[in-house]
C-alpha cells in the first residue's frame, strides 16, 4: 500500500481540455489524483448543476483512465462569502456550497476546501464575521449530512492566514466534518509577517489537517510564484505535516500557457514525490 496520495490542482492544466486529457495527463506525470477547481467564474460554478448522466460520465472516465478526482477546491466562495454582508451574495454561496457537497458526494471526492474568508471583496466586519460563524454552523451540518469534510484553506488575508485563527472556526463547527486543509505558502507569508515560527503554527492543528497545499509564495506575493523562486521551506512543512498524519498533498500551481506543460507536471511531481517519499523510509 502506499503510504500518501500526491494531487495535482486542475488549474495546473491548460483549461481546454477535455477530462479524459487531464486525468490522463495527471496520471502520465504520475500523480495519484486531480482536484477540481469550483472557482467564481459562472462555467465553473454550473458544475454543481451537472446532470446525472454527466455525472456518470466523469465517473467512468475516471475509471477508464485509472486515476480519481480526489479533492475539491470552491474557490467560489471567494466571490460568495459566506460573511458577505449582503444577503444575497452569501446566500448563493451557501447553495454553491452545498451543490459542491452533494457533487463530491456524487463523485466519490472526501475533503471540500473552501477559502478561509468572511469577506474577500469588502471590509471584515463584526457582522461579516458573525455571519460566517453562523454559515459555517450550517456547513457542517451540510457536511455531515453528505459524509464529506470541509476543510478551511489558510488564506492571505487578516481573517484567517493562519492555522491558530482557523482552529477557532472548526471549535466554532464542533464537528468531525470541519478541519483544516493549510495553504503551506500562504502560511509561510504570514509567519514573515507575524515574525512567528511556521513550523509551530502548522502545529498548532493537531489532528484537524487533513491535507496540504504546497504552493510557492514570496512576502507579499501569493500566487504564481515558481517553485524554486520562493521562500517555502517544503522540506520542513512535509515532515512536519507527515508527523502530524497528513497523507495528502497537492501541488497547487497554475498553468501559464506553457507548452511543454506536461513536461512540468513530470518535474514537479517527481520533485515533491521525492521529499513526501523521504517521510516514508
Not at 169 to 194: C, E, H, R, W
Request: hydrophobic share 35%.
Amino acid at each position: 500500500m502506499k503510504q500518501y496520495q500526491l494531487g495535482l490542482y486542475e488549474k495546473a492544466m491548460p483549461g481546454n481540455l477535455t477530462w479524459e486529457e487531464k486525468l490522463m495527463a495527471a496520471k502520465t506525470a504520475g500523480y495519484d489524483y486531480v482536484e477540481i477547481s469550483i472557482d467564481e467564474t459562472e462555467e465553473k460554478i454550473s458544475r454543481i448543476n451537472m446532470p446525472k448522466a454527466e455525472r456518470l460520465e466523469l465517473i467512468q472516465t475516471m475509471y477508464k483512465v485509472g486515476i480519481p478526482l480526489g479533492s475539491m477546491c470552491v474557490s467560489a466562495l471567494t466571490k460568495y462569502s459566506l460573511g458577505h454582508p449582503d444577503y444575497d451574495m452569501r446566500t448563493r454561496g451557501m447553495k454553491i456550497l452545498e451543490g459542491c457537497l452533494q457533487l463530491a458526494s456524487d463523485l466519490g471526492i472526501r475533503y471540500v476546501m473552501i477559502p478561509g474568508y468572511d469577506i474577500y471583496y469588502g471590509d471584515s466586519t463584526y457582522k461579516t464575521k458573525h455571519d460566517y460563524s453562523q454559515n459555517i454552523k450550517k456547513a457542517a451540518q451540510m457536511a455531515e449530512a453528505y459524509g464529506v469534510t470541509i476543510g478551511f484553506e489558510t488564506m492571505e488575508n487578516e481573517f484567517m492566514n493562519t492555522v491558530e485563527k482557523a482552529m477557532k472556526y472548526v471549535m466554532i463547527a464542533n464537528s468531525n466534518y470541519v478541519k483544516i486543509y493549510p495553504d503551506i505558502g500562504n502560511l509561510t507569508n504570514a509567519a514573515v509577517l507575524y515574525q512567528h515560527d511556521v513550523i509551530e503554527d502548522l502545529m498548532l492543528g493537531g489532528n484537524n489537517i487533513i491535507a496540504m497545499h504546497l504552493k510557492e509564495t514570496k512576502p507579499g506575493h501569493y500566487r504564481e510564484i515558481p517553485y524554486g523562486e520562493g521562500h517555502v521551506n517544503f522540506n520542513a512543512a512535509i515532515h512536519a505535516a507527515w508527523q502530524l498524519g497528513v497523507r495528502r498533498f497537492v501541488t497547487e500551481f497554475w498553468y501559464l500557457g506553457e507548452t511543454d506543460y506536461q513536461d512540468q507536471l513530470n518535474h514537479i511531481r517527481h520533485y515533491f514525490a521525492s521529499l513526501i517519499e523521504e517521510e516514508c523510509e
